[in-house]
């Protein structure tokens, strides 16, 4: 495919004899050239001659310990794991090693109109839900329709802001009209999950529970129990298993998850052999749990994976609908009292970096500048808005404090102290107090995880300032319902990073988000300046366009203090089996658990299958003759 710049010079030097046709390709890439030409075989981070078979166990993959429905699309209730990946499909599939590019899935050709206000996308003739029923343009709307209603989470209304409509063209052509240019938008829309309208024939959207999803998928629900775990088995009839998005993944016969009811119980049953295998989030753990027996004779092997991805964002909210929070004074003095030095050397073994940045760990992040200014790219997009932004915004980059000599916690207290003060708050009869008298309360919430020993020590820093926090600890269902309704005043959260920034900064960061329930805007942020700078984000053509958008809109948002940062590492941390073989090329930007699930595979599959399996995926693989053209 033309890259995205190259192909709109290309149509615009062909408009007086082209006006209304697009360019059309087996992927879309919002900057550069794809990676991989129309007739690639294979992914190159996955083995296509993987043997096929065998039963992967997994634990929960969350805190979640049941679940109440089969649709993870809908707020209300919590979804089996599994789902989206096992058998929702969309119609385009990104790929790992690249950034913000993606190849037909569902769609075998997409195409973007010269003006880049639409996206066309043709389906594959052979592509099937699992009832035998072909995919056609009118299940893509009428996915996408349940997706944009109330019945749904409002993200995804949220992401598709700026599509205008879908509009059926055939039973296998569909076409995206845009409100605005926004060149993700059909990496978006071509992410959106795709099902049948039989699924809901019986039963309206939002009351879906338990009616088995129409999808099309690899995998099929065999058996399930809410309350222990769910299993699913290969879809023996599955459309898309020769499609070279596909081959090499998802090769385990069956997919099991168990359920436990803690974090403890779960690490205990990986070492007692009950599951495969276990991504590990917690670096005392990982230091001094993941040892005996089975260790030691390497029926258990523990391995760190780098990996590229941008760090994101891990900290600790606060609410800004809560008037204890609305002064930038006060969120900064609650900043200043986490000692990351102290908990990095007592409680993670040196094993993390500090965050600085919304985006850490990659060149989008503002602190990657030469010096911590502004450079010119982001001078231009932030000038317009200089009666809207603090003064240090146009200054270096905000430096989150730190106890190593000569600074100390103490000195970082006395500066919390003065800017509480500034504030309004102030020190008398035991708590820190306001002008009239009332103290400084507020509410830790957590859902009983790893951080409890870190929001302790954190919480007694506070104390010293006189601020009393009450921690408050609760199931993961009743914590996700706080946080979509915004009921809470800090919470520990993290959120996914990303390559290419796009939609889900309107989701995040957007003052409409602020307002609508289920929103990641869990700082309840209405900055019309960060408005303008999400939209610039979006907005952006060319990769420095990005860069400067995204360096820009971070700048501002760490001069507003709106969460403590946390902390991040490069690698992955997993602990499995011996029986499971991964590909000897890493990809570049992935989950651990996405990864494991669809490109590993198991030795211990029988020799004959092993053998079947990769004989088939040599006939499929062209010669060179067909590679050269």
Not at 142 to 157: E, N, T, V
Not at 595 to 609: G, K, M, Y
Request: aromatic share 12%; proline share 6%.
């Amino acid at each position: 495919m033309l890259a995205r710049s190259a192909a709109a010079a290309l149509v615009a030097a062909l408009l007086p004899t082209m006006p209304t046709t697009a360019w059309a390709a087996h992927g879309f890439a919002l900057h550069g050239d794809l990676k991989y030409p129309p007739d690639f075989h294979h992914f190159d981070y996955v083995n296509p001659d993987a043997p096929r078979g065998g039963t992967l166990t997994l634990a929960n993959p969350d805190r979640r310990t049941s679940f109440d429905k089969f649709n993870p699309f809908t707020l209300k209730g919590v979804a089996a794991p599994g789902l989206t990946s096992l058998m929702f499909e969309s119609l385009l599939i990104g790929s790992a090693d690249e950034t913000a590019s993606a190849y037909g899935l569902l769609a075998e050709d997409v195409s973007v109109a010269p003006d880049e206000l639409s996206v066309t996308f043709r389906i594959h003739p052979q592509a099937r839900f699992h009832n035998g029923d072909p995919v056609l343009a009118s299940d893509v709307k009428y996915s996408f329709d349940m997706l944009m209603s109330k019945a749904s989470s409002p993200g995804y209304r949220s992401m598709c802001a700026d599509v205008k409509s879908l509009t059926v063209i055939d039973d296998r052509t569909v076409r995206y009209d845009f409100k605005q240019r926004n060149g993700e938008l059909p990496l978006i829309v071509g992410s959106l999950p795709v099902f049948s309208r039989k699924w809901a024939a019986k039963v309206p959207f939002e009351k879906l529970t338990f009616e088995t999803p129409v999808t099309s998928g690899p995998y099929l629900i065999e058996r399930y129990d809410a309350g222990r775990g769910i299993i699913y088995k290969r879809n023996p009839n599955y459309w898309g298993k020769d499609l070279a998005v596909r081959r090499g993944t998802f090769n385990f016969d069956r997919v099991v998850y168990r359920l436990y009811k803690d974090e403890t119980a779960r690490l205990e049953a990986f070492k007692a052999g009950e599951f495969d295998a276990i991504v590990e989030y917690r670096s005392k753990s990982w230091a001094k749990s993941y040892v005996g027996k089975r260790f030691a004779n390497g029926e258990l092997m523990k391995t760190e994976f780098p990996h590229r991805n941008g760090a994101g964002m891990q900290g600790f909210v606060m609410n800004m609908r809560k008037p204890l929070f609305q002064d930038v004074r006060v969120r900064q003095a609650l900043i200043l009292a986490l000692d990351f030095e102290w908990l990095n050397r007592q409680l993670f073994y040196g094993a993390y970096k500090r965050l600085d940045s919304w985006f850490s760990n990659s060149e989008l992040a503002a602190s990657a500048t030469f010096d911590g200014r502004p450079g010119p790219g982001e001078l231009a997009l932030l000038e317009p808005l200089r009666d809207q932004l603090a003064p240090e915004v146009f200054g270096p980059i905000v430096t989150q404090p730190t106890t190593e000599p000569p600074r100390s916690l103490r000195d970082n207290l006395r500066e919390a102290r003065r800017l509480l003060a500034q504030a309004g708050w102030t020190y008398s009869d035991g708590a820190l107090r306001n002008a009239r008298g009332e103290p400084f309360v507020f509410e830790f919430l957590d859902d009983g995880g790893a951080m409890s020993r870190v929001i302790t020590t954190y919480v007694r820093n506070l104390e010293k300032l006189g601020i009393q926090v009450h921690q408050r600890t609760t199931d993961f269902a009743l914590y996700q319902k706080r946080l979509e309704d915004f009921d809470f005043d800090v919470v520990s959260i993290r959120f996914p990073d990303s390559q290419s920034p796009g939609n889900e900064l309107r989701d995040r960061f957007t003052s409409e988000a602020a307002s609508m329930p289920g929103s990641d805007n869990l700082f309840g942020l209405k900055s019309p300046a960060v408005d303008k700078l999400v939209d610039q984000v979006l907005r952006a053509h060319t990769r420095k366009d990005l860069i400067n958008a995204s360096r820009a809109l971070d700048r501002v948002l760490m001069h507003g203090y709106y969460v403590v940062p946390n902390w991040y590492s490069a690698s992955h941390r997993v602990a499995y089996r011996r029986e499971l073989v991964y590909p000897q090329r890493l990809p570049y930007y992935y989950t651990a658990e996405g990864w494991v699930l669809s490109s590993w595979w198991r030795s211990d599959v029988p020799a004959a299958q092993a053998k079947a399996a990769q004989a088939k995926a040599a006939e499929a693989k062209p010669g060179p003759a067909k590679a050269a053209r």
